[in-house]
Nanobody, 124 residues
Framework: QVQLQESGPGLVKPSQTLSLTCAVS??????????WSWIRQPPGKGREWIGY???????YYNPSLKSRTSISRDTSKNQFTLQLNSVTPEDTAVYYC????????????????WGQGIQVTVSS
């Protein structure tokens, strides 16, 4: 069974770049048909889909975050990475990585496989 684990700093200063990694075990990130997403949930708010990287390496981003977002992968380590530039306190959230079959901007935790999430706080 596939497992996903987020890692990265829990505290980022405003204007800096947030960088998180999702390590995947039990399945390859290049397996046909699977899409690897980042999703976040700010305190007291609903989840927001950030973007995904496909099994092919193609990426697609939430238009509202596209200008600040980059998702990449390291197939040799079977992991993928989120970079969010120029962060503000509004980027404070629990960040999740997930695997879904087929292209999807889902924020439904009952769909696919999800990591446990990592709290990231943006503060000086």
């Amino acid at each position: 069974q596939v497992q996903l684990q987020e890692s990265g700093p829990g505290l980022v200063k405003p204007s800096q770049t947030l960088s998180l990694t999702c390590a995947v075990s039990g399945g390859s990130i290049t397996t046909n048909g699977y899409y690897w997403s980042w999703i976040r949930q700010p305190p007291g708010k609903g989840r927001e889909w950030i973007g995904y990287i496909a099994y092919s390496g193609n990426t697609y981003y939430n238009p509202s975050l596209k200008s600040r977002t980059s998702i990449s992968r390291d197939t040799s380590k079977n992991q993928f990475t989120l970079q969010l530039n120029s962060v503000t306190p509004e980027d404070t959230a629990v960040y999740y990585c997930a695997r879904v079959f087929g292209p999807s901007a889902t924020t439904d935790r009952t769909r696919g496989s999800w990591g446990q999430g990592i709290q990231v706080t943006v503060s000086s």
